[in-house]
Each structure stands twice: as structure tokens, then as C-alpha cells.
């Protein structure tokens, strides 16, 4: 109940989160799925997440320029260069536009890890998560990835909690 009535939908701030994917072919898949949510569902802002491997124009700015879905707000954070940081670099980009409901639109194989950071980050400042996965097929690098990137899994929490205490306090 907010001022004694029901709460509607559209009186949560929401916004679509897509961390960058290392290649463009997926990011671009990403990106088409957050543009089908966006018209779907009302959204405040789209934050694209991703850093550049070896310099040049990072994965959130890649797929900031690949964007055809409605105009919302869009935010770029370019640093983030592993699930972690993605869930921990834009929670402060969220809170401060008062969004409290995020959609995050990831690949199949990287939900498990998404999943992980995201409502554990989020959750504990107060923002709902749901998870959007885009249709790709599996590769081999991604299986391969995703069971080396697990054995991180603690570690990069507690760095991205650390991280967020001294930025959002």
C-alpha cells in the first residue's frame, strides 16, 4: 500500500540491466531482448554494462549504440569487466534515480552467475530483480567459461560488497 491505496506497477521505478557479453554477436542478442521487454513492460532507463577488452569502445557503449527499443534514459557503465561489478557498479546508477525493480537481460548459460551477484547485490539495497534470458544457442566457450568463472563466484561477491559499502554506504 503507498498513501493508502494499492501500489500499481508503474509507481516502481524499473530498469533493464544488461551486462556487456564478450562477443558483439551476443551483445547485440542481448540488446534485442531488452528492447522486447522495454516494449512489453513500461521501463524508466536501461543500463548497458561492460568494459573493453583491451582497450577501445567497451561493451556498454557497443550495445548503448546497437539500442532501437523505446526512449527511455539510457545509461553507459564501462568498467565493469566481470557479473560482479556489473551487479555492483550499476546498483549506485539505480538507487540514485530512485529505481527499485530491475530486469536483467543476460545469455542462457550466464543466468546461474547472474542470478547469484544480482539479487544478492540488489536484494540487500532494496531492489526486486527479475531475469530476462535472450535466446542464443550455447557455445563451448560459454560452458567453459561459466564452470571457470564459478570457482570466483565467493570471492567476487565479497569484493563487490566491499566495493558497494563505500560507495553507497
Do not use: K
Request: proline share 5%; with cysteine.
Amino acid at each position: 500500500m503507498v498513501n493508502g491505496g494499492p501500489r500499481t506497477l508503474r509507481a516502481v521505478r524499473t530498469a533493464i540491466v544488461i551486462p556487456g557479453h564478450h562477443t558483439q554477436r551476443r551483445s547485440a542478442a542481448l540488446v534485442r531482448e531488452a528492447e522486447r521487454v522495454a516494449a512489453e513492460r513500461p521501463v524508466d532507463l536501461v543500463v548497458f554494462t561492460g568494459w573493453a577488452r583491451g582497450g577501445g569502445v567497451s561493451e556498454a557503449e557497443q550495445m548503448r549504440s546497437g539500442w532501437h527499443g523505446p526512449s527511455v534514459e539510457l545509461v553507459v557503465e564501462p568498467t565493469a569487466s566481470v557479473t560482479a561489478e556489473n551487479a555492483s557498479r550499476t546498483l549506485p546508477l539505480l538507487l540514485e534515480r530512485g529505481v527499485r525493480r530491475a530486469i536483467v537481460v543476460c545469455a542462457p548459460m550466464h543466468l546461474y552467475r547472474a542470478r547469484f551477484f544480482f539479487t544478492r547485490l540488489y536484494g540487500a539495497y532494496g531492489v526486486a530483480t527479475e531475469f530476462r534470458v535472450a535466446h542464443m544457442p550455447p557455445s563451448v566457450g560459454a560452458v567453459l567459461w561459466e564452470v571457470a568463472a564459478a570457482s570466483a563466484c565467493r570471492r567476487q561477491l565479497r569484493s563487490a560488497r566491499s566495493e558497494l559499502a563505500q560507495v553507497v554506504g
